[in-house]
């Protein structure tokens, strides 16, 4: 088993739709992570979990709703999205060490999102 | 603001050296990661710097240094499956990564 796995893999969806992703890990990790890919731009951080405690949300609409039930997995629920949230969507994984706030990420291959 | 700079695209040949730089301007600085993307797959880690200096795994260097903001990757005896995007990025002040745009790097015959 790969360990940052996500589904779909490819999304279409219309604007009034509702949707979710899914991630998963199998490293054991303690965090996870919501980034949105664009072409050309940086990665952009959407939502961290730490110990299945949302931690961050960086001004992201409402439209994006996470949801993470266990340490294990991670969803991002979707509704009534716009053209311009076609992207890729990445999960991605860590464990942080309470004396060492610095850990490597570890990425899923993404769901590629197409909103018409 | 914070901001990292990396070329959008290089292209390189098969056997050769290319040097992938990238700048950044943060608040703080607590190390430089390096990813690697292929098309439609996920990042993959490739290295971490914290202190100045080269730090080398196999045909991939890592260099740092953190006076002038800068830092390049370093990928020998290319291969054609090192035709890749490669990110880097940075851990400002609030432990927070930081994400350049990546470059693409195309590896010609």
């Known amino acids: 088993e790969t360990g940052v796995t996500q589904t779909p893999r490819h999304l279409v969806m219309g604007m009034t739709n509702k949707k979710s992703l899914k991630c998963e890990q199998h490293l054991g990790h303690n965090a996870m992570y919501w980034y949105k890919q664009s072409a050309k731009k940086p990665l952009e951080l959407m939502f961290v979990y730490n110990f299945k405690e949302q931690t961050e949300n960086n001004s992201v609409p409402s439209r994006f709703s996470p949801e993470c039930p266990n340490s294990s997995h991670l969803f991002l629920h979707l509704h009534t999205l716009q053209p311009e949230d076609s992207a890729l969507y990445l999960c991605a994984s860590s464990q942080k060490f309470r004396d060492s706030p610095v850990e490597t990420q570890y990425f899923g291959p993404g769901t590629r999102l197409l909103v018409l | 603001g914070q901001n990292i700079d990396q070329p959008t695209e290089m292209t390189a040949t098969e056997g050769a050296i290319v040097q992938i730089n990238c700048t950044y301007q943060?608040?703080?600085?607590?190390?430089l990661f390096w990813y690697q993307q292929h098309a439609g797959e996920a990042p993959t880690f490739l290295s971490y710097n914290v202190l100045d200096g080269l730090e080398e795994k196999g045909r991939f260097s890592s260099f740092l240094s953190r006076s002038k903001g800068y830092s390049y990757l370093l990928l020998k005896e290319l291969q054609m499956k090192d035709s890749a995007s490669y990110l880097c990025?940075?851990?400002?002040?609030?432990?927070?990564?930081?994400w350049g745009a990546g470059t693409k790097l195309i590896i010609k015959p």
């Open positions: 990025a940075v851990m400002d002040s609030n432990y927070q990564l930081i």
């Open positions: 943060t608040s703080g600085f607590n190390g």
